[in-house]
Nanobody, 123 residues
Framework: QVQLVESGGGLVQAGGSLRLSCVASGRTFSSYAMGWFRQAPGKEREFVAAISGRGMTTDYADRVEGRFTISRDNAKNTMYLQMNSLKPEDTAVYYC????????????????WGQGTQVTVSS
């Protein structure tokens, strides 16, 4: 079992930055690929970014590539999402997820999810 807790969300003006964190329980953090999804009101949950267990491989949705950076610190069981140049359309609840599979972590059917953190970008 893996428990995930996100933090770092908030209200920011367009063009601003936020850094989200996701802390995982357990002693096998590096065994899991980790990712971020987001869900805006009335929309389906969508993939944002993912990082492999040792952090050697990353993947981004086209909408955020070049603005967001995913990273992880396995010694702290923590994953991060640095979000720069935020836009109003980035407003959503952001969820972190974990999966033993690189394919699985980029799908909304992933095994483990956090409770979400709200990000609101004002225009």
């Amino acid at each position: 079992q893996v428990q995930l807790v996100e933090s770092g969300g908030g209200l920011v003006q367009a063009g601003g930055s936020l850094r989200l964190s996701c802390v995982a329980s357990g002693r096998t953090f590096s065994s899991y690929a980790m990712g971020w999804f987001r869900q805006a009101p009335g929309k389906e949950r969508e993939f944002v970014a993912a990082i492999s267990g040792r952090g050697m491989t990353t993947d981004y949705a086209d909408r955020v590539e070049g603005r967001f950076t995913i990273s992880r610190d396995n010694a702290k069981n923590t994953m991060y999402l640095q979000m720069n140049s935020l836009k109003p359309e980035d407003t959503a609840v952001y969820y972190c997820n974990a999966d033993r599979s690189w394919i699985g972590v980029r799908q909304s059917t992933s095994d483990y999810w956090g409770q979400g953190t709200q990000v609101t970008v004002s225009s």
